[in-house]
């Protein structure tokens, strides 16, 4: 997994995915939130 983004060139910063995947956590929680008030 480590030096994917390396190998094929796509340098992603450590600051670009660590908001990434703060989005897709975000995200996640959100659809949590709205099913559970659907529920």
Known sequence: M???AL???NHVT???RATEL???RSA???RTAR???AG
């Open 22 to 24: 703060v989005a897709q």
């Open 14 to 16: 450590i600051e670009e």
């Open 35 to 37: 099913m559970l008030r």
């Open 2 to 4: 480590a030096g994917d």
């Open 7 to 9: 190998s094929d060139g």
């Open 28 to 30: 996640e929680i959100h």
